[in-house]
DNA sequence: CAGAATCCGAGCTGATACTG
DNA sequence: CAGTATCAGCTCGGATTCTG
């Protein structure tokens, strides 16, 4: 179970040290990171926190997930709370996905974060590319 | 390489969308989030945020993480420009890791990012465990 | 102490075919 | 349209062993 990493035991164990909170703390950060760090549902929830969208409207947008990858991102961003699925039993069926609040909730620090990958992803391409090339002597 | 899933082509194609916008800014994040979102990087980065570490300590204070993916969140961390790594040529070697500027500036929005988590888990966990249980209607 | 190298199994992923 | 089912390929990650 993710959200259990930091199980009671080791909470106990380690419960007086300053890195105990540090650990506690972002073992669940992580969690959440590891949850929403996957290569779709970060997009999903972006593009939904701009309205509802069908589920081809998603993929389409989106462009180079199967539809297999993005079924189960949704499935699992619903299965968290994050989304909502509603369907229509009409012929051809129509699927409706939309943020709940907690998902729109989770926008904010997505974004914040988005806005840092904004900054610095361009010192991060030159720093990779200085590493690599002293790789190579 | 992974910086780079929003090609130029694929940008230009979209430019006029305000969806493209988000897609675009999004890819970016997603890259960042999929760079950051393994088990350990931010679990390192937190650590590392209260200052220099050596290889076992960081072992031991993290618990559960095996040496050889230890190496490998440092090095890929270090390849970014988050961590700068400093070995001493001693007997024992000893090799010291922390965070550069670029790092200590991503510690802001991965802890905006684990307030909301701290804040939302335990919502989170019972919508996990509402879904399961109609799973087995 | 701080790794590198190797092996190997589990799980994620995409492609494909089928369904209501 | 919006999925489900199945299978093969590949990557990830842990355990173990070896080195300067």
Redesign the pocket.
């Known amino acids: 179970m993710i959200l259990s990493t930091l199980d009671v035991t080791e909470a106990d164990e380690l419960a007086d040290s300053h890195e105990a909170q540090v650990i506690g703390h972002c073992a669940v950060a992580s969690d959440v990171l590891s949850r929403i760090g996957?290569?779709w549902s970060v997009l999903v929830v972006m593009l939904l926190s701009t309205g509802p969208k069908?589920?081809?409207?998603l993929?389409r947008l989106i462009g180079?997930?199967?539809?297999?990858?993005l079924?189960?991102t949704?499935?699992s961003l619903e299965r968290d709370g994050l989304v909502r699925?509603t369907?229509f039993p009409t012929?051809?069926?129509?699927?409706?996905?939309e943020l709940t609040p907690l998902g729109h909730s989770l926008c904010e620090p997505v974004r914040a974060l988005g806005a840092w990958a904004f900054e610095n992803y361009q010192t991060i391409a030159e720093a990779r590319m200085a590493f690599d090339a002293r790789e190579f002597r």
């Open positions: 996957d290569k069908r589920f081809n409207e993929k180079g997930v199967s539809q297999r990858m079924t189960l949704l499935r699925r369907q012929i051809p069926p129509r699927v409706d996905y």
